[in-house]
Structures are given as structure tokens and as C-alpha cells.
């Protein structure tokens, strides 16, 4: 294999491993997606790079609030029946399917988001956190929505050709 490893005859330690570090650390510290983890009560727990870059919160910030932090004060009711329900059944509607939200920065500014969940299950199987993996999409839901308007306009400038 030219440049690279051949997992066929490369110990599996070598590839579960990058710069001396496990694999999944390097991964969750260098991607560009925002990486949260929450408990069972909705206190954040783990806060990536990436979401320190999205959401304008320091690590050290984040680590020990709620998701209210990131969440819209009107959406915060809705999210947090639908959290209870998922802590206390251990089940979820989300799992596999991408969500889109607003978000809250540290500034105040909404920002549009897609993320999808895990759910983190203790050594007794119950739900012990929730772990997401988010995006910021704003720039393209703004010019998602400039496209709809901008439709709507030549829409209106053809009826009122056909109707002129």
C-alpha cells in the first residue's frame, strides 16, 4: 500500500492510535463538528474544540451548564420534555435521523443547526448521557431562503405579466 498502512498486516494498536493518542481523541479534537455530551440531567459534560469555535463558549464555560446554554429560551420547554422522555425510557425517535435547529451563540445570535445523537448507556444499561454531534448550516439556510424569496418574487412578476 503506497503511503499508508495496510490494515490486513498492521497491528490494530498501531491503527487505534495517532500521534500517541487513541484514535476517537484525535478525532473528536480535530473535527470540525462541534462534539457535546450531556448527563441524564441535561449538564454538559464534554465540549469539544469545535463547539468552543460554534457557539463562542470556552470549554471551561460550557463544562457544568445545562444545554440551555446553546438552546433558544422559547425552544427550551419542548427540548426538555423530549429529553426527560428519552432519560427516563431510554428511547429515542432521533437515533440515525439528522435534526435541524436553531442555536443560540454566546452573543446572543441564532445560528441554524443539523446534528444527529447517541445515546451513552451506563454499566447498567440504563441511559447514563447523550452524546451530539452538530454542524452549523446558517449560511446555508440563509441562502435556502434567499432562493425562496427570491422565487416568490419572479412568481408574482409572472403573474403580474400574465394578468397585465
Not at 55 to 81: N, Q, S, Y
Not at 120 to 141: E, K, M, N, P, Y
Amino acid at each position: 500500500m503506497a503511503g499508508g498502512l495496510d490494515p490486513a498486516t498492521t497491528p490494530r494498536s498501531v491503527l487505534e492510535q495517532v500521534g500517541g493518542r487513541p484514535l476517537e481523541v484525535a478525532l473528536v479534537e480535530g473535527t470540525d463538528h462541534a462534539v457535546v455530551v450531556a448527563d441524564a440531567d441535561g449538564v454538559i459534560r464534554f465540549w469539544n474544540p469545535a463547539a468552543e469555535t460554534m457557539f463562542g463558549h470556552a470549554r471551561a464555560d460550557a463544562v457544568g451548564r445545562t444545554l440551555d446554554l446553546i438552546i433558544p429560551e422559547k425552544l427550551r420547554g419542548r427540548h426538555w420534555e423530549g429529553y426527560g422522555h428519552v432519560m427516563a425510557t431510554g428511547e429515542t425517535a432521533y437515533a440515525g435521523r439528522t435534526l435541524a435547529v436553531p442555536a443560540e451563540r454566546a452573543d446572543g445570535t441564532r445560528i441554524s443547526v443539523e446534528f444527529t445523537v447517541t445515546l451513552l448507556h451506563g454499566d447498567d444499561g440504563a441511559v447514563a448521557a447523550i452524546a451530539a454531534v452538530i454542524r452549523d448550516v446558517t449560511a446555508q439556510w440563509e441562502e435556502r431562503r434567499a432562493q425562496q424569496r427570491r422565487l416568490a418574487e419572479l412568481e408574482r412578476e409572472v403573474a403580474d405579466l400574465r394578468g397585465g
